[in-house]
């Protein structure tokens, strides 16, 4: 097995490393506010609404002046969760389920349609590629594991060359078990041929943490200031740059 150094700081006997998408690997903080933005307005516009009914979806969202909250529904969760929030907002404020559901899916195909593709607005952080390259050169195994669906979960790694240096990936589709279910997780590592017990989750908000918690992996490691945010409360190690995560063969 494989022994992974996060600055000063060890893991043992770790066989897999699995990253999360955005907000981890991907830069998509300003392409998830603007989106947030779009369809909050869209939604508002369907339902012969204001400025109120805007903030009301935007809060549900997790979006502020202040930014994006990477803890809140448009950061951390699936398309799915975030329909469904958004139709909650509109029942709130008096309109029928049925009509809401409709809203909420014909705005959020119109603002995907307008935007013709996700991985050109969100880049990986500055020494992604080169991380990814270095540990793929060890005995660990990579696997990326998204809220996102699966469709630009590979349209980020193929836009951006990363899929030599990823063993495996896993999007979210709508039927499947958001994190932090850990059901998915555990399809990745068998794909991987890994113990779950063995493999460290790489993420930048609680639902990583959560994810890592409830599948019993061999930890958490949140990503800091340089990703925009604080370290997760709770995290086995945090990671200040790329560069700090290396991976050492163990013996003996």
Same mark, same amino acid.
């Given at each position: ?48 609404a204001g ?28 398309r799915?969760?975030?329909?469904q ?15 809401a &559901?409709?809203? %909420?899916? $014909? ?6 349609a !307008?935007?013709?593709? =996700? /991985? @050109?607005?969100t ?12 540990l ?10 998204s809220?996102d ?13 990363l ?15 958001p ?19 063995? &493999?460290?989750? %790489?993420? $930048?908000?609680w639902?990583?943490?959560?994810? !890592?918690?409830?599948? =019993? /992996? @061999? ?15 709770g995290?086995?190690?945090?990671l200040?740059q ?11």
């Amino acid at each position: 097995m494989v022994g992974v150094q996060c600055g000063q700081q060890q893991i043992a006997n770790v066989q897999a490393i699995v990253f999360d998408k955005d907000g981890t690997l991907a830069n998509s903080h300003h392409l998830l506010q603007r989106t947030a933005l779009a369809r909050a307005a869209a939604c508002a516009a369907a339902a012969g609404a204001g400025d109120d009914l805007i903030q009301a979806l935007l809060d549900c969202f997790g979006v502020s002046a202040h930014g994006i909250d990477p803890d809140g529904l448009m950061a951390a969760g699936t398309r799915e969760a975030n329909k469904q929030g958004a139709v909650t907002v509109l029942v709130k404020a008096g309109h029928s389920l049925a009509q809401a &559901t409709e809203w %909420v899916a $014909d705005c959020f195909a119109a603002v995907n349609a !307008a935007r013709n593709g =996700k /991985a @050109a607005y969100t880049p990986p952080f500055e020494g992604t590629a080169a991380m990814l390259e270095r540990l793929h050169q060890s005995p660990l195994k990579i696997g990326v594991l998204s809220s996102d669906s699966p469709a630009f979960v590979e349209e980020f790694l193929t836009y951006y060359k990363l899929l030599p240096w990823v063993d495996e990936w896993q999007g979210t589709g709508p039927e499947d078990p958001p994190k932090p279910d850990p059901t998915l997780l555990g399809v990745l590592c068998d794909h991987l041929q890994v113990s779950v017990a063995h &493999t460290l989750v %790489v993420g $930048d908000s609680w639902v990583d943490l959560a994810l !890592a918690e409830q599948a =019993k /992996a @061999a930890g958490f490691v949140s990503v800091s200031e340089p990703w925009g945010r604080s370290p997760v409360p709770g995290a086995t190690l945090v990671l200040s740059q790329w560069d700090d995560l290396t991976a050492e063969t163990e013996f003996g």
